[in-house]
């Protein structure tokens, strides 16, 4: 099958056709994966690309404080990632839940300043394969002013026996319209969906199979690009976003912990979420009431009462995503926000995990986290360099470019598109263009504002 031959089928004949296409070639994808791994680290050292660091750390007594942990860190990020491979190719989808044992499910759907985008999350859902008698669609209009609640209204009217609408008459914030949600949902699993996204229609049956199994309390879906084709940024996103939730929730699932279930598509136990409402809705963070990173929230609520959360690769949503600099800039900022405050909690909600997971997230964690610091030094390093050897910036783009081609490995394995080029541009562009928003993130961390409301 050609690249980008599934475009033209169906959700799922796309889904059908890709796992028919990709289980025969699957042990190569997988060797050709780990044969890349080796090929990094050998071009890497062959090619002599760390030499500016190693000689930096014999030339000056300082730079050893730099050098030396970033090698170190190069290290353990290297077996890092190869523990995740294997881990990723050890993900197995969750069952999908059948048609006549699908148990009551409600939808939630917050919207703001929404616009004509909401009837058509309201009308995917609508349309979603799922028992009747069992599914309700719950919508909050969380005080817009635009046309959205005239959107929202002609929806419900289109769809009278599932539709359920409310009106604030101010804008109170995503949190509060999702506890409205979810204090009326009736359903045992509970499903909430950005305004500005759409699901395919098997996408209520694959989130509600997973919580067949009892220990399962949250369950992360699919997310993909739904404006792929407006611009370069989309398009960037569209692979980034494949790395983000098909690589790493894929790994984290293995053992039972995905971090944060996202807003787009996320689906929860009902039963869990009315004990952890009340703290969730209160909660703060030094002094300040968190109105943002809501999905992460419920995550680490939900981790912390001893239950697993897990990714459905087969439950699929489409999101917009911004498509200028600024926008992209305030949704990564916000994400970082919550990404510091959240992980802050999960330190310590990780001792509740079983050993094993427990281990591995820990681990996880560490490395991950450590890649600010000495990433940061590394490069102010690499940049004071540039000026006495320039041959250390061409370094640098080809570390960065050999990294990104690498990655684009993982991106062919899970979706045969000529986009992983665009992948190869985000690299770059994440690199020059969005180097300074986690810094800022966590000197701003406090900051209540949404950014884009």
Same mark, same amino acid.
């Given at each position: 099958?050609?690249?980008?031959? %599934?475009?033209?089928?169906?959700?799922?004949d796309?889904?059908?056709q890709h796992h028919m296409?990709?289980?025969?070639?699957d042990?190569l994808?997988?060797? *050709?994966?780990?044969?890349?791994?080796?090929?990094?680290?050998? %071009?890497?050292?062959? =090619?002599q690309?760390f030499q500016p !660091?190693?000689?930096?750390? @014999?030339?000056?007594? =300082?730079?050893?404080?730099?050098?030396? +942990? #970033?090698?170190?860190?190069?290290?353990?990020? @290297?077996?890092?990632?190869?523990?995740?491979?294997? !881990?990723?190719?050890? /993900?197995?989808?969750?069952?999908?839940?059948?048609f006549?044992?699908?148990?009551?499910?409600?939808v939630?759907?917050p919207?703001y300043?929404?616009? +004509?985008?909401?009837?058509?999350?309201?009308?995917?859902v609508?349309?979603a394969?799922?028992? /009747?008698?069992?599914?309700?669609?719950? *919508?909050?209009d969380?005080g817009?002013?635009?046309d959205? =609640?005239t959107?929202?209204?002609?929806?419900?009217?289109?769809?009278?026996?599932?539709?359920?609408?409310l009106?604030?008459?101010?804008?109170?914030?995503?949190?509060?319209?999702?506890?409205?949600?979810?204090?009326?949902?009736?359903?045992?699993?509970i499903?909430?969906?950005d305004?500005?996204? *759409?699901?395919?229609?098997d @996408?209520?049956?694959?989130?509600?199979?997973?919580?067949?199994d +009892?220990?399962?309390?949250?369950?992360?879906?699919?997310?993909?690009? /739904?404006?792929?084709?407006?611009?370069?940024?989309?398009?960037?996103?569209?692979?980034?976003?494949?790395?983000?939730f098909?690589?790493?929730?894929? %790994?984290?699932?293995?053992?039972?912990?995905?971090y944060?279930c996202?807003g787009?598509?996320?689906?929860?136990? &009902?039963? *869990?979420?009315?004990?952890?409402?009340?703290?969730?809705? #209160?909660?703060t963070?030094?002094?300040?009431?968190? @109105?943002?990173?809501?999905?992460?929230s419920?995550?680490?609520y939900?981790?912390?009462?001893? /239950?697993?959360?897990?990714?459905?690769?087969?439950?699929?949503?489409h999101t %917009?995503?911004?498509?200028t600099?600024?926008?992209?800039?305030k949704?990564?900022?916000?994400?970082?926000r919550?990404y510091?405050?959240?992980?802050?909690?999960?330190a310590?909600?990780?001792?509740k995990?079983? !050993?094993?997971?427990? !281990?591995?997230?820990? &681990?996880d &964690?560490?490395?991950?986290?450590?890649?600010y610091?000495v990433? =940061?030094?590394?490069?102010?390093?690499l940049?004071m360099?540039?000026?006495?050897h320039? &041959?250390t910036?061409?370094?640098?783009?080809?570390?960065i470019?050999?990294?990104a081609?690498?990655?684009?490995?993982y991106?062919l394995r899970?979706?045969?598109?000529?986009?992983?080029?665009?992948?190869?541009?985000?690299?770059?562009?994440?690199a020059?263009?969005?180097?300074?928003?986690?810094p800022y993130?966590v000197?701003?961390?406090?900051?209540?504002?949404w950014?884009?409301?």
């Amino acid at each position: 099958m050609p690249f980008d031959s %599934v475009s033209s089928l169906t959700a799922p004949d796309c889904m059908h056709q890709h796992h028919m296409h990709l289980k025969p070639w699957d042990p190569l994808y997988r060797a *050709v994966i780990l044969f890349g791994l080796v090929a990094v680290i050998y %071009v890497s050292f062959r =090619w002599q690309l760390f030499q500016p !660091l190693l000689h930096a750390a @014999t030339e000056h007594h =300082w730079t050893r404080f730099i050098v030396h +942990p #970033s090698i170190l860190w190069m290290f353990m990020g @290297t077996l890092m990632l190869l523990f995740r491979t294997l !881990l990723w190719f050890r /993900y197995r989808t969750p069952p999908v839940a059948g048609f006549a044992d699908a148990p009551p499910l409600t939808v939630i759907i917050p919207a703001y300043n929404e616009g +004509p985008m909401v009837a058509k999350s309201i009308d995917s859902v609508a349309t979603a394969r799922y028992p /009747y008698g069992r599914l309700e669609i719950f *919508v909050v209009d969380d005080g817009s002013r635009d046309d959205t =609640w005239t959107h929202i209204e002609a929806a419900a009217r289109r769809h009278p026996q599932l539709v359920t609408t409310l009106r604030f008459p101010r804008n109170r914030g995503k949190r509060a319209a999702l506890e409205a949600g979810f204090r009326h949902a009736r359903g045992d699993i509970i499903v909430t969906i950005d305004s500005d996204s *759409v699901i395919e229609r098997d @996408t209520l049956l694959a989130m509600a199979g997973p919580f067949h199994d +009892p220990r399962v309390g949250a369950v992360a879906g699919k997310v993909t690009v /739904y404006n792929r084709g407006d611009g370069l940024i989309p398009r960037m996103l569209k692979v980034r976003y494949t790395l983000s939730f098909d690589y790493l929730r894929a %790994v984290q699932s293995t053992y039972g912990t995905v971090y944060c279930c996202p807003g787009a598509l996320a689906g929860y136990r &009902a039963a *869990v979420v009315r004990q952890v409402l009340d703290d969730w809705v #209160s909660q703060t963070f030094m002094g300040v009431a968190c @109105t943002y990173g809501e999905d992460r929230s419920m995550t680490n609520y939900i981790l912390a009462r001893g /239950y697993d959360t897990l990714y459905q690769r087969a439950a699929v949503v489409h999101t %917009v995503v911004p498509l200028t600099y600024t926008r992209l800039c305030k949704m990564f900022l916000r994400w970082d926000r919550s990404y510091v405050r959240e992980e802050l909690r999960f330190a310590r909600i990780v001792w509740k995990r079983p !050993l094993g997971p427990r !281990l591995i997230a820990i &681990a996880d &964690a560490v490395i991950t986290n450590l890649r600010y610091p000495v990433s =940061w030094a590394t490069l102010a390093l690499l940049a004071m360099l540039s000026f006495w050897h320039p &041959a250390t910036l061409v370094r640098l783009l080809c570390v960065i470019g050999i990294m990104a081609c690498f990655n684009m490995l993982y991106y062919l394995r899970s979706e045969r598109s000529w986009d992983f080029v665009y992948g190869i541009f985000y690299s770059y562009y994440s690199a020059f263009a969005l180097f300074w928003i986690f810094p800022y993130a966590v000197l701003t961390v406090r900051a209540k504002s949404w950014l884009t409301r």
